[in-house]
């Protein structure tokens, strides 16, 4: 008989039990078909499938190319291939809106959005990969997200699902045998994702055999036997009795190694525990250990010493070495704990200190060898290797690291935050238990960490004790249970202890700075002011590290606002300058990098100096900041310009204040001034023409207030001391303006213009003659001014002008001509030193030859 009209093989009628029944074809009718196969296809079964399988197998093969990219990290080619998986999906919405989204499509799509927000988390990754592939996953990232909305509810009840499952994990391995069905529909309602099914993924072996299994013919079929006979004898390995067709699911327990911890029979003491502590011990650091799973063990480890009564000794080494796992869990210097991580460390380190304190007879210390330690319950107390001190300052970093690496104006950052009473409890706990057993330099230590979390916080309570205020809110009553007593009592105690017995110039240091910042915040200005003084810091504190320069900045700027709030304007000004001359507060502050050029910072020290970075909420408001510059320099500078309105050589008082007086000026349209830095210049506008209402409404209105002024804890003081400032200075800059205009004023004239008590005109224009600034005299009789006319009229001011600038230029055209004849003559004669030789009667016009150019 010829091939073509052939039925069927011998290795065709083996697979008689398929699900697909193939119906043989009478000789006549098979002809012509046959005549269309080619010699590849000759061996190959015709399968009559339903579009529904024909749909599920095109997704199931997009959805291996994505999953093999995935794991070789190509994301144009994911990009590609879930665009063209979306595109077959929408080919597929009949079956879909019929039979429901498959549940392998569902687990793709969250494994997906995990895998890519995993990946945009791993800035190191990021930065590894090429042009095409950062492109294509920020593509694809905001695809999957804008794609999951419409499978909101699947993909939740999923991750629901597996959440559950894993939550029933065993004590060991169990297995579920489910009983396999024969026919098509049921492979499809299996396939398609029932309620009962577990993942649904192309991925487990099974789904793939029966995908596989409506396409492939006979030598696909014998491989697929092959692998089903590995898994029987990996079933008959665990101790599985299911028969041929069972699907087997198999559950992981998360404490599958405890039942390999010790051997049947092996007696439980401490050397034993100790050897097997060891040898998990041994295995951290190298590549490819999974260190979550030794996290429990130690923990599995913990809990058999803890049954077995083996004694605390042993218990603290396992918590000690359970800490330092979870520290290592995240190699990286710079990635932060996750919250799970992070919650399991709070409480293993509040367990041990639950130890330590109820058990008095542990000693523990890093001085104490391996071969010296007693772990063993005897009469002799317990002597364990460890630093409970570091751990805490270990995890306080962590602590500052999660902050640091969270959104600020989340609801996840207030959540973090919720966490520093308990970091602030524990550091507390500690400082109690090493104030009785601790060195004087590890109570140093735990000293500093306490005052780190107090010095930036304004405390409320004992604000509004000395305002005499009786009824507490909420929040501070949570502040009165966290805090026994005023925060300035704790800080003058721990830091005054600190100033005299720490050794460490670092230590003292911070201390004193954290001691000034905190009696600037709460306007102790003389206090601040004289430590800052008799401590000398600002010598040599370009010495110091980085994040001490950073809190030496945040204890200036804060110094110069309590200058500010206490009407010390010239003070203020003086604090502030550096900061805000720079052009760099933000980042002088810790408070957020200044984008530069790669030359001046490469991506190393990037990284160094984003993990400096002060969390957010410590951070000290810009605005606020650079609003009480500008208003301290329009107070000092507008009176200045007034006085030294013709001076030639007048000099600036603030660069940056002019710089914005100049940017107004450059403005075609003024209209209504809209920023901070706008009213600003539009009072010192006002101020100098003498106006303090304007000026006043400019710098007090509901829009700088909410801004600037209401974020200070004394609002209605702070304004009613600029009032009266913007009073005074306007006074002063009116009498310097137009004090060629009058012959005489009265004192009473201009206590009614500018809305000041006589007195106080009086004392500003006495302090103004007694320094020269005005020249004038006080008639006591009339209450009157009096203007002398000495000073030059605006014509002679500019002749003046003028004349210094012919005898400037004058100068420098015979110094170039004198130059070129190698002869410097002038009207001056400078001797051998450079300096300048007075002739008898008078400057004598001369030179002196062959000096080298570099004089000049």
Same mark, same amino acid.
């Given at each position: 008989?010829?091939?073509?009209?052939?039925?069927?093989?011998?290795?065709?009628?083996?697979?008689?039990?398929?699900?697909?029944?193939?119906?043989?074809?009478?000789?006549?009718?098979?002809?012509?078909?046959?005549?269309?196969?080619?010699?590849?296809?000759?061996?190959?079964?015709?399968?009559?499938?339903?579009?529904?399988?024909?749909?599920?197998?095109?997704?199931?093969?997009?959805?291996?190319?994505?999953?093999?990219?995935?794991?070789?990290?190509?994301?144009?080619?994911?990009?590609?291939?879930?665009?063209?998986?979306?595109?077959?999906?929408?080919?597929?919405?009949?079956?879909?809106?019929?039979?429901?989204?498959?549940?392998?499509?569902?687990?793709?799509?969250?494994?997906?959005?995990?895998?890519?927000?995993?990946?945009?988390?791993?800035?190191?990754?990021?930065?590894?990969?090429?042009?095409?592939?950062?492109?294509?996953?920020?593509?694809?990232?905001?695809?999957?997200?804008?794609?999951?909305?419409?499978?909101?509810?699947?993909?939740?009840?999923?991750?629901?699902?597996?959440?559950?499952?894993?939550?029933?994990?065993?004590?060991?391995?169990?297995?579920?045998?489910?009983?396999?069905?024969?026919?098509?529909?049921?492979?499809?309602?299996?396939?398609?994702?029932?309620?009962?099914?577990?993942?649904?993924?192309?991925?487990?072996?099974?789904?793939?055999?029966?995908?596989?299994?409506?396409?492939?013919?006979?030598?696909?079929?014998?491989?697929?036997?092959?692998?089903?006979?590995?898994?029987?004898?990996?079933?008959?390995?665990?101790?599985?009795?299911?028969?041929?067709?069972?699907?087997?699911?198999?559950?992981?327990?998360?404490?599958?190694?405890?039942?390999?911890?010790?051997?049947?029979?092996?007696?439980?003491?401490?050397?034993?525990?100790?050897?097997?502590?060891?040898?998990?011990?041994?295995?951290?650091?190298?590549?490819?250990?999974?260190?979550?799973?030794?996290?429990?063990?130690?923990?599995?480890?913990?809990?058999?010493?803890?049954?077995?009564?083996?004694?605390?000794?042993?218990?603290?080494?396992?918590?000690?070495?359970?800490?330092?796992?979870?520290?290592?869990?995240?190699?990286?210097?710079?990635?932060?704990?996750?919250?799970?991580?992070?919650?399991?460390?709070?409480?293993?380190?509040?367990?041990?200190?639950?130890?330590?304190?109820?058990?008095?007879?542990?000693?523990?210390?890093?001085?104490?060898?391996?071969?010296?330690?007693?772990?063993?319950?005897?009469?002799?107390?317990?002597?364990?290797?460890?630093?409970?001190?570091?751990?805490?300052?270990?995890?306080?970093?962590?602590?500052?690291?999660?902050?640091?690496?969270?959104?600020?104006?989340?609801?996840?950052?207030?959540?973090?935050?919720?966490?520093?009473?308990?970091?602030?409890?524990?550091?507390?706990?500690?400082?109690?238990?090493?104030?009785?057993?601790?060195?004087? &330099? *590890?109570?140093?230590?735990?000293?500093?960490?306490? $005052? !780190?979390?107090?010095?930036? =916080? %304004?405390? +409320?309570?004992?604000? /509004?004790?000395?305002?005499?205020?009786?009824?507490?809110?909420?929040?501070?009553?949570?502040? &009165? *249970?966290?805090?026994?007593?005023?925060?300035?009592? $704790? !800080?003058?105690?721990?830091? =005054? %202890?600190? +100033?005299?017995?720490? /050794?460490?110039?670092?230590?003292?240091?911070?201390?004193?700075?954290?001691?000034?910042?905190?009696?600037?915040?709460?306007?102790?200005?003389?206090?601040?002011?004289?430590?800052?003084?008799?401590?000398?810091?600002?010598?040599?504190?370009?010495?110091?590290?980085?994040?001490?320069?950073?809190?030496?900045?945040?204890?200036?700027?804060?110094?110069?606002?309590?200058?500010?709030?206490?009407?010390?304007?010239?003070?203020?000004?003086?604090?502030?300058?550096?900061?805000?001359?720079?052009?760099?507060?933000?980042?002088?502050?810790?408070?957020?990098?200044?984008?530069?050029?790669?030359?001046?910072?490469?991506?190393?020290?990037?990284?160094?100096?984003?993990?400096?970075?002060?969390?957010?909420?410590?951070?000290?408001?810009?605005?606020?900041?650079?609003?009480?510059?500008?208003?301290?320099?329009?107070?000092?500078?507008?009176?200045?310009?007034?006085?030294?309105?013709?001076?030639?050589?007048?000099?600036?008082?603030?660069?940056?204040?002019?710089?914005?007086?100049?940017?107004?000026?450059?403005?075609?349209?003024?209209?209504?001034?809209?920023?901070?830095?706008?009213?600003?210049?539009?009072?010192?506008?006002?101020?100098?023409?003498?106006?303090?209402?304007?000026?006043?409404?400019?710098?007090?209105?509901?829009?700088?207030?909410?801004?600037?002024?209401?974020?200070?804890?004394?609002?209605?003081?702070?304004?009613?001391?600029?009032?009266?400032?913007?009073?005074?200075?306007?006074?002063?800059?009116?009498?310097?303006?137009?004090?060629?205009?009058?012959?005489?004023?009265?004192?009473?004239?201009?206590?009614?213009?500018?809305?000041?008590?006589?007195?106080?005109?009086?004392?500003?224009?006495?302090?103004?003659?007694?320094?020269?600034?005005?020249?004038?005299?006080?008639?006591?009789?009339?209450?009157?001014?009096?203007?002398?006319?000495?000073?030059?009229?605006?014509?002679?001011?500019?002749?003046?002008?003028?004349?210094?600038?012919?005898?400037?230029?004058?100068?420098?055209?015979?110094?170039?001509?004198?130059?070129?004849?190698?002869?410097?003559?002038?009207?001056?004669?400078?001797?051998?030193?450079?300096?300048?030789?007075?002739?008898?009667?008078?400057?004598?016009?001369?030179?002196?030859?062959?000096?080298?150019?570099?004089?000049?």
């Amino acid at each position: 008989m010829s091939r073509f009209f052939a039925t069927g093989s011998d290795s065709e009628s083996e697979e008689s039990s398929s699900a697909d029944e193939i119906t043989p074809k009478a000789p006549g009718t098979t002809f012509k078909q046959s005549l269309l196969l080619s010699d590849d296809e000759e061996d190959t079964k015709r399968v009559v499938r339903s579009a529904k399988d024909k749909r599920f197998e095109e997704l199931t093969n997009f959805i291996k190319t994505i999953r093999n990219a995935m794991k070789i990290r190509d994301m144009s080619k994911c990009l590609e291939e879930f665009e063209q998986l979306c595109r077959a999906f929408l080919k597929s919405k009949n079956i879909v809106d019929k039979e429901g989204v498959p549940q392998f499509y569902i687990r793709l799509l969250a494994d997906l959005e995990d895998y890519l927000n995993q990946l945009w988390e791993d800035k190191e990754g990021k930065k590894k990969m090429n042009k095409n592939n950062a492109k294509a996953l920020s593509t694809l990232r905001q695809k999957i997200r804008k794609y999951n909305r419409d499978f909101e509810t699947e993909i939740a009840a999923y991750k629901e699902v597996s959440l559950q499952t894993n939550c029933k994990c065993e004590s060991q391995f169990s297995f579920q045998q489910d009983e396999s069905t024969s026919s098509d529909e049921d492979d499809d309602d299996e396939d398609w994702g029932g309620d009962t099914e577990e993942s649904g993924s192309e991925s487990s072996d099974d789904e793939e055999g029966k995908s596989k299994s409506l396409a492939t013919g006979g030598r696909q079929n014998q491989h697929q036997e092959g692998r089903e006979e590995e898994e029987a004898e990996e079933r008959a390995r665990w101790g599985s009795a299911g028969g041929s067709n069972a699907n087997v699911v198999l559950v992981f327990s998360v404490h599958q190694e405890k039942p390999k911890m010790f051997a049947k029979g092996t007696e439980i003491n401490v050397p034993v525990v100790v050897k097997k502590l060891n040898e998990i011990l041994q295995a951290r650091g190298k590549k490819g250990t999974d260190r979550a799973a030794q996290i429990e063990l130690l923990h599995a480890l913990a809990v058999i010493a803890a049954e077995n009564n083996l004694g605390q000794g042993i218990l603290v080494k396992i918590k000690f070495n359970i800490i330092a796992s979870l520290y290592d869990y995240n190699p990286n210097l710079a990635a932060f704990m996750k919250a799970d991580m992070w919650k399991k460390c709070l409480d293993c380190i509040d367990e041990l200190l639950d130890i330590l304190f109820e058990h008095n007879d542990i000693f523990i210390g890093e001085n104490i060898a391996e071969d010296s330690e007693n772990l063993i319950i005897s009469d002799q107390p317990f002597r364990v290797r460890g630093c409970v001190l570091t751990l805490v300052e270990r995890m306080d970093e962590e602590f500052t690291k999660i902050m640091q690496n969270t959104d600020p104006h989340s609801q996840e950052y207030v959540d973090n935050l919720k966490d520093e009473g308990r970091v602030c409890g524990i550091i507390d706990r500690l400082l109690s238990y090493l104030e009785n057993k601790g060195s004087t &330099e *590890e109570i140093c230590r735990v000293y500093l960490r306490r $005052i !780190m979390h107090t010095y930036y =916080k %304004f405390d +409320y309570k004992a604000h /509004r004790r000395s305002l005499g205020l009786q009824g507490e809110t909420k929040s501070e009553q949570d502040q &009165e *249970e966290s805090e026994g007593e005023d925060s300035a009592i $704790i !800080m003058d105690r721990l830091c =005054k %202890f600190i +100033y005299a017995k720490d /050794r460490t110039d670092r230590i003292r240091t911070c201390a004193i700075l954290c001691h000034i910042y905190h009696h600037a915040l709460h306007s102790r200005w003389y206090q601040a002011r004289d430590l800052m003084l008799m401590s000398h810091l600002q010598d040599n504190i370009q010495h110091a590290d980085p994040p001490v320069q950073i809190l030496y900045n945040r204890t200036m700027v804060q110094l110069g606002i309590c200058a500010f709030r206490q009407g010390m304007i010239k003070d203020a000004h003086n604090a502030l300058l550096d900061i805000q001359s720079s052009g760099r507060a933000k980042e002088l502050l810790g408070q957020g990098l200044l984008m530069r050029n790669m030359q001046e910072r490469n991506a190393e020290q990037e990284k160094i100096e984003k993990r400096r970075q002060v969390p957010f909420h410590m951070h000290i408001n810009l605005e606020l900041l650079e609003c009480v510059y500008l208003v301290s320099a329009m107070l000092l500078e507008i009176p200045y310009m007034a006085a030294h309105e013709f001076d030639a050589r007048r000099r600036m008082i603030s660069k940056q204040f002019h710089h914005q007086l100049r940017v107004g000026e450059r403005q075609p349209l003024l209209g209504p001034p809209e920023s901070m830095r706008e009213h600003v210049v539009a009072a010192s506008k006002a101020m100098k023409m003498g106006d303090w209402r304007t000026c006043h409404s400019f710098i007090i209105n509901e829009k700088m207030n909410s801004k600037v002024w209401d974020l200070f804890p004394e609002t209605q003081r702070v304004r009613e001391m600029l009032v009266r400032k913007i009073q005074e200075e306007s006074l002063r800059t009116y009498l310097f303006t137009y004090s060629s205009v009058y012959d005489s004023i009265s004192m009473e004239t201009l206590s009614e213009m500018f809305e000041l008590e006589i007195p106080t005109v009086h004392s500003i224009i006495s302090k103004m003659i007694i320094n020269e600034e005005l020249m004038a005299s006080l008639d006591q009789p009339t209450q009157t001014v009096v203007m002398h006319r000495t000073e030059p009229t605006s014509l002679q001011n500019m002749a003046l002008q003028l004349a210094e600038k012919l005898g400037s230029l004058v100068e420098n055209n015979e110094r170039i001509f004198d130059l070129k004849q190698g002869v410097y003559g002038g009207y001056f004669n400078r001797d051998q030193k450079g300096g300048y030789q007075q002739k008898q009667g008078g400057y004598q016009r001369g030179g002196y030859r062959n000096q080298n150019q570099s004089n000049y």
